[in-house]
Structure formats: structure tokens, C-alpha cells
């Protein structure tokens, strides 16, 4: 844990506002409610949640893409500038984003290499004499062959367009990469084709990433530490391989037990009751309360905190936390 | 064996360009078989056109047999009896493919009306009856209410209440979890399973999620640029995948127990359907192929311990015993 913090949030708060139909009354919507996270350079923390959970809007705060309400986003110790200013541009050079669909992430009138090239004549990368070799350097590391440069996005695969798009991020050598969901519409072949060259990237750039996803399985195989959201607030944080093999919050618990695997039947699973709520009806006290099989009293009417029952991991549930176990900074 | 569909020498083409070339398949009454494979192999192509559902420039040849009618060819109104009758179908995306401007109760008793000719007070009761029964909380106070009011879970779950209203003998479910999330997936499987347990009916699960395959499903197809490479009894076959694109699909899945390892993807893409590689279309990727592979296609030859393969160098059975090894230890 030696490593330089590179990124930081801070009590993170995003709220959207939406009216039902014309003369409805206005309702807010916590998206993202007092989310505090760390990641350290060369790190990996995974993300995962639900639809509706509020990790994808995190994952924009975390870059300045959306405004946060409340809380403070720290990157390499300073704070974000504000959205779209100069020195936010700059900045924006030193963090990437992949999103989940490449297809609309890419310029289809544009060919790869043009696409990939672009970020440098932005952000003024080298002469441009030197571009074109970069460019052909960029596509060699995430496994295209140079003679697909002149190709546009409609003529390469899913997992190809994917690469591009993660060419293009890296072409600014960025310190932090965040991925949305970047392997979820891919299929099995070519997901672990994507997923290999993440982890190459881990390994060979020091390169802080933020990995959201749904899929708890790629998670594992990528994430160092994760974070589990659920309706906006992070409910379960530790190291990758303890959240899988011993999750404390009932959620979690659910979650890691509710993935199919061959071979383990049906009934071996726990089963949660009800869905996720509507994040703009979210219930009192834990969230969870409604579908949780441990739920007492104390979980209907108040808000569990982040607690540390033991170094390095933190659960927000008022039974399995331990009243105890100090509150997470 | 006692056979519910049978499928014979199936093809399909769109605009000249084969996509699916000959498929055999049957399907047993009360059976739960799971068709696998990446997005193109022709799994769903299989049932939209057993079931005429393939727009007009789809041809569609060979023979699809249900009790003792044929299905490719048949005219309109005697597919219209077997469409959601004796087979009904459910799809990845529950909420395009309910109506949003009817309330969901008059979609079911709509169902009700076409198939069971019930109307009226019956086909309400009826409609409350299947929706309690795909555990949508509330029905009765819910009968009128809009898709849009429903969770991606529920309406899902609506799909299958009608579906459902049918009373058919088999269910084609496509993707039906694919797009739903962790805990709403186990909670979809689980009503699949269960539904089958008490209807009797027979369920085609068609997934790229070979977990969520082998929990609800007796038997298995893996499919492959429009045919069927492997075929078996679900345990054994995954537990000893002979096909090297079966073993690949198992390889590329990351673990969730034991050490992290790099994944093991399958290398290249699956080929253009206008350009698929002379032999076995599966060669160009495939770490066993040997150069006879892409001279001829393997035929699909029963095994004797009960699958069908289609590969000239299968993966050994003495590997795929230490192969299952690995897998126990990890």
C-alpha cells in the first residue's frame, strides 16, 4: 500500500431531478449518495452493482463528466476542475474513459487509425511527423495489426472495435482508466480476449483503473479491491479475493451466490425476494431492508454506516458489520 | 424416444447466404434442452423459422415436425394454432416486445381469448391466476396498470404469464435472463424451473450463459456457425467437453473460486457467414485442428457414451478426465 494515492472521492453526492409528467411534483433521485473511494496508482478497483445502482454515474463524477452535488473528487491530490474548463481538457488527457458500446463510442465515418490518432493532435502529442508511428505502436499493443488502421469501425468485429477504443484511450498514456461495462456486450470468446488485454495493461503501465461492471466473474479476474453499490451507496469494500470468498453484507452474499455455475444447482443459491427499488422511492433506513433475510428493526428506520470490522474492508450492514467495528473514515 | 418437435435437415438462408446448414433436432415432451452458443451460430434463427417467424426473404427448407403436422411451409392460419398454442416463445428484451399503450392484464386475456377462447370474467381470473403464478406480487391491483410500470424483472415475468395462457407443450425461451440483472436472473431461472416442474411443459433455453444453462437444462446443443458441433446430456458434457469449441467456451469463462489465472480466450472471430472457411468452419480457431480439418467437415456422429461430435480431433477423453481434475481442484 506504498503506492501514491492517485485518485480520491470524498462524501461524493449526485442527485437528479425529475417531474412526473407536466405539473407532477418534482422528485429527487440519489444516484450517488455520500460514495468516498480511494484508488492507489497501478491499481485496479472493480465496481459492481445492479442497473440502477448508481455505478455508471460514479464512474462519470469520477472523471468530472457530471457534476457532483456534494463532495470532492481529488486527483493526484488536487482537486477536479470543473467540467469543460482548459485545464479540465488538460487534464482529461491523464484519465480515459471505455465505454460499453464501441460502436457508438467510434466515429463511423472516421477510419481506426485516424480515431486512435486523434487524442495526440488534441492534446498535442509529439510532432506530427511522430503520430503515425504512435499510432501503429498503440494498435500493436492492444492486438490490432497495423494494415487495419485504414478499416472503419463497421469493418472490424465487437472485441476489434472494443480494442480500438481502448487504443485510443491509452494514446494519451493516461494514469487512470475508467471502463463501463467494456467487455458486456462481447461474447464469451472474445470477452476473454478483452479481458486479457486489460490485464496486460495492468501489469505493464501502472495504470490506476476503475472497472464497472455487472459481471461479477470478469470482476474477479480483474479488480485488486471492490467496491459493491447498491441504490447509490457503496455497501461492501475489501479486497477482491475476500468479497468473493466471504462476503459480509447480506447483498453481497446474494449477489456472489445468485452467479450460475456449472454443476452447483439451483436451490444451493440465495435467492433474494422483490427487485431492486425504484432509487426515487428508496426505502428508509438500509435500502436493503425490504429484501434482506437478516433485516431487524434497527435496519427499517436507520442508515447503516460504513464500518471497518477488520483492516481493509468495510460493510455498511447494522447486523453483519458489527456494532463494534470503528466507522470507516 | 418419444418425440415432441422433430427437426430434420433445417436450413435457412437469408439473400442467398446460408446461415444455418441442417440442423437435426428433437425435443422430448416435458424435456429441458439448452441450445449454446455465440451471438450469430443460428440458435434463435433455429426456432424463428420452425415457428415461421423469419421475414420474407428468409428460405427456409427442410422439415420441422410437431405430432403430425409440418411446420416449415405450413400455411399461416395452421401456424397461427401452433404459435403460442402448442409452442410459445419468450425473448431477451421483455419490455419491446409487450404492448405499451395496453394495460398488461388485456395483453394476457388477450392470449386467453385467441388460444382458450375465454372472455369476459373467466379470462380475468385466468389472467390474475397466471400472474400470481409468475409471482407478480399483487396482481389483481396490478392487472391494469402499463408495462412501463413494471420492472425489467416483472415484465419479464408477464412475458411469461403470457406465454403461458397457451397452455403449450413447449416454451422457447431466448436469452430470457440476458438482459436482467444478478439477482432478478436467479429469481427468472428459478420460476423457469420451476413452471416446468408443474406444467410438464417441455423448455427450449437458448443462452450464451453456459452456467445459467446448466442449471435448468437436461441436455445441450452447442452450436457453431449454423450447425451443431456437440450435443449430450448437460453433466457430461460439461464436465467433459469433447468439441474443442465447447472446451473453448468453458476455457474463456473466468472462475469464480480459486487462484486468478489469465483467461484462455478462444483466438480470432466467429467467420462471416459469406465467407465461412471450406472444411470445418471451426478450424481457423481451433488449437487441435489439423490440415485435413480444413479440407473436410466432420460429420455429427453419435458417441458411445451418448453425445454427438462433430470434430475429426476431439479433445481426448483421457485429457478431459484431467481436465475435470483441474476443475474440481480449483
Known amino acids: 500500500m506504498s503506492r501514491p494515492l492517485l485518485l480520491e472521492a470524498r462524501d461524493l453526492v449526485r442527485i437528479y431531478r425529475s417531474r412526473r409528467g407536466l405539473t407532477g411534483a418534482v422528485t429527487e433521485v440519489r444516484a450517488v449518495d455520500e460514495v468516498s473511494l480511494k484508488l492507489r496508482a497501478g491499481e485496479t478497483l472493480g465496481i459492481v452493482g445492479e442497473s440502477g445502482s448508481g455505478k455508471s454515474t460514479l464512474g462519470r463524477m469520477l472523471l468530472g463528466l457530471d457534476p457532483a452535488q456534494g463532495g470532492t473528487v481529488l486527483f493526484e491530490g488536487m482537486p477536479l476542475p470543473r467540467f469543460g474548463t482548459p485545464i479540465w481538457r488538460r487534464l482529461r488527457s491523464r484519465m480515459q474513459m471505455v465505454w460499453q458500446d464501441p460502436l457508438s463510442a467510434l466515429d463511423r465515418r472516421l477510419t481506426v487509425a485516424a480515431q486512435i490518432r486523434e487524442p495526440l493532435d488534441i492534446h498535442r502529442i509529439g510532432t506530427p511527423e511522430e503520430r503515425p508511428a504512435r499510432t501503429a505502436s498503440l494498435m500493436t499493443a492492444v492486438g490490432l495489426r497495423a494494415d487495419q488502421g485504414g478499416r472503419y469501425p463497421h469493418e472490424l468485429s465487437g472485441g476489434q472495435r472494443q480494442r480500438v477504443v481502448i487504443a485510443r484511450a491509452l494514446a ?49 479476474n480483474l479488480a485488486d479491491r471492490v467496491a459493491v453499490m447498491y441504490l447509490g451507496r457503496i455497501v461492501e469494500e475489501g479486497p477482491a479475493e475476500q468479497i468473493f470468498a466471504e462476503p459480509r453484507h447480506p447483498y453481497t452474499q446474494a449477489l456472489v451466490s445468485s452467479i450460475p455455475v456449472p454443476g452447483r444447482p439451483l436451490d444451493a443459491r440465495i435467492l433474494l425476494q422483490g427487485e431492486p427499488p425504484n432509487p426515487a422511492a428508496r426505502p428508509p433506513g438500509c435500502a436493503f431492508h425490504p429484501r434482506c433475510p437478516l433485516a431487524q428493526g434497527l435496519c427499517r428506520t436507520r442508515v447503516p454506516a460504513l464500518r471497518v470490522p477488520e483492516p481493509g474492508r468495510a460493510v455498511a450492514c447494522h447486523v453483519t458489520a458489527g456494532a463494534q467495528s470503528p466507522v470507516a473514515a | 424416444m418419444d418425440r415432441l418437435v422433430e427437426i430434420r435437415d433445417l436450413r435457412v438462408a437469408f439473400d442467398g447466404v446460408p446461415v444455418l446448414h441442417g440442423i437435426d433436432l428433437d425435443v422430448a415432451p416435458g424435456e429441458a434442452l ?175 450463459d453456459l452456467g445459467a444453462v446448466a442449471q435448468i437444462c437436461e441436455r445441450v446443443c452447442v452450436m457453431y456457425a449454423g450447425r451443431i458441433v456437440e450435443a449430450g446430456p448437460v453433466e ?95
Open chain 2, 34 to 208: 439448452g441450445l449454446v452458443g455465440e451471438s450469430g451460430c443460428g440458435k434463435s434463427v433455429t426456432w424463428l423459422a420452425a415457428l415461421g417467424l423469419l421475414p420474407a426473404k428468409a428460405r427456409v427448407t427442410g422439415s420441422v415436425r410437431l405430432g403430425a403436422g409440418e411446420l416449415v411451409g405450413a400455411p399461416r392460419e395452421a401456424l397461427e394454432t401452433v404459435r403460442g398454442k402448442r409452442i410459445a416463445m419468450i425473448f431477451q428484451d421483455p419490455s419491446s416486445a409487450l404492448n405499451p399503450v395496453i394495460r398488461v392484464g388485456r395483453q394476457i386475456c388477450e392470449a386467453l381469448r385467441l388460444h382458450r377462447d375465454l372472455r369476459g370474467a373467466a379470462a380475468k381470473a385466468e389472467a390474475i391466476r397466471l400472474m400470481e403464478m409468475v409471482g407478480i406480487p399483487d396482481a389483481p391491483r396490478r392487472f391494469d396498470l402499463y408495462t412501463h410500470e413494471f420492472s425489467g424483472g416483472q415484465c419479464q415475468r408477464l412475458m411469461i404469464a403470457m406465454a403461458l395462457a397457451g397452455r403449450p407443450d413447449l416454451l422457447i425461451a431466448d436469452e430470457p435472463t440476458t438482459a436482467l440483472d444478478a439477482t432478478i436472473q436467479a429469481q427468472i431461472l428459478e420460476l423457469l424451473a420451476r413452471l416446468r416442474r408443474e406444467t410438464g411443459m417441455a423448455t427450449v433455453f437458448i443462452s450464451h
Open chain 1, 172 to 220: 494519451t498514456n493516461p494514469a487512470l482508466l475508467v471502463c463501463d461495462e467494456p467487455v458486456s456486450a462481447l461474447d464469451v470468446s472474445i470477452q476473454a480476449q478483452v479481458v486479457n488485454l486489460l490485464r496486460d495493461l495492468q501489469g505493464q503501465k501502472g495504470l490506476g483503473m476503475v472497472f464497472i461492471s455487472h459481471d461479477l466473474k470478469v470482476v474477479r
Open chain 2, 236 to 330: 457430461r458434457l460439461f464436465a467433459h467437453p469433447r468439441h474443442p469449441y465447447t472446451r473453448g467456451l468453458f476455457d474463456a469463462i473466468p472462475q469464480m473460486t480459486g487462484p486468478r489465472r489469465r483467461l484462455v480466450p478462444i483466438p480470432g472471430t466467429v467467420p462471416d457467414p459469406r465467407a465461412l472457411p471450406p472444411g470445418c468452419a471451426f478450424a481457423p480457431r481451433c488449437t487441435r485442428a489439423h490440415d485435413a480439418c480444413s479440407r473436410a467437415r466432420p460429420d455429427l456422429l453419435a458417441q458411445p457414451d451418448g453425445r454427438t461430435l462433430a470434430c475429426a480431433y476431439p479433445v481426448p477423453e483421457a485429457r478431459a478426465d484431467s481436465f475435470s481434475m483441474e476443475r474440481a481442484m480449483t
